[in-house]
């Protein structure tokens, strides 16, 4: 069973300050990683994409990926309000592409 | 660009009807997924299409079913609802299936069994 694990939170930050979601997978031929970001009431956003060792950075966003520790997190820099809402992992296996989701972060950034 | 569009937004249903929700891809996607959404498991997947052929199927029992039409649209069918099929049902296209080609999601249809 291909899992994607993410602590539920909730993770309070203050506006301005980093904050870091977390996630690891066990599917260690899955392939490719994205990040999804989904306000209250509304559908999953693509916010990231990462799909080799080492971190990719857009704008405030900075998405690590570690193949070795099957981990991957998502850096929200300078975090505002407008930030809070839950984070979403997700992982692409090899072979059948189907994307498996964690059960996602929920960010409070505090003003 | 238009983005995924499925219809309607929001449904209600009795136990014991079956329900069909569309979705239309993004254009120039070619491949369609589908997820149910609820607040204790998340996102689980349904099924995947493309070119008019399933390519993958989650772990749901047969009442849940769908088809791919020649021009990406997509359909699922829920029969015979079960309480337990209340959730936000979301539709999500990408331009093929591949490892790097992200998933769009449209705004879902929020199912709710009676």
């Known amino acids: 069973q291909k899992e994607v694990e993410q602590n539920s939170g909730p993770l309070s930050v203050p506006e301005g300050a980093i904050a870091s979601l977390n996630c690891t997978y066990s599917d260690r031929g899955s392939q490719s990683f994205f990040w999804y970001r989904q306000y209250s009431g509304k559908s999953p956003e693509l916010i990231m994409s990462?799909?080799?060792?080492g971190d990719k950075e857009d704008g405030r966003f900075t998405a690590q990926l570690n193949k070795a520790s099957q981990y991957v997190s998502l850096l929200i820099r300078d975090s505002q309000p407008s930030d809070s809402a839950t984070y979403l992992c997700?992982?692409?296996?090899?072979?059948?592409?189907?994307?498996?989701f964690g059960k996602g972060t929920k960010l409070s950034v505090i003003p | 660009k238009a983005g995924v569009t499925q219809t309607p937004r929001y449904l209600i249903k009795t136990r014991g009807q079956q329900v069909t929700l569309s979705c239309s891809p993004i254009s120039g996607h070619r491949s369609v997924s589908w997820y149910q959404q609820t607040p204790g498991q998340g996102l689980q997947f349904l099924f995947e299409y493309f070119s008019e052929t399933q390519r993958n199927k989650g772990n749901f029992p047969g009442r849940f079913s769908g088809r791919q039409f020649s021009n990406s649209r997509s359909e699922m069918n829920v029969s015979t609802l079960e309480l337990g099929d209340s959730a936000l049902y979301l539709c999500?296209?990408?331009?093929?299936?591949?490892?790097?080609?992200?998933?769009?999601f449209g705004n879902g249809t929020r199912l709710t069994v009676t």
């Open positions: 999500a296209s990408s331009l093929a299936p591949g490892p790097t080609s992200p998933l769009h």
């Open positions: 990462i799909y080799s060792n």
């Open positions: 997700a992982a692409k296996g090899a072979g059948s592409y189907q994307l498996t």
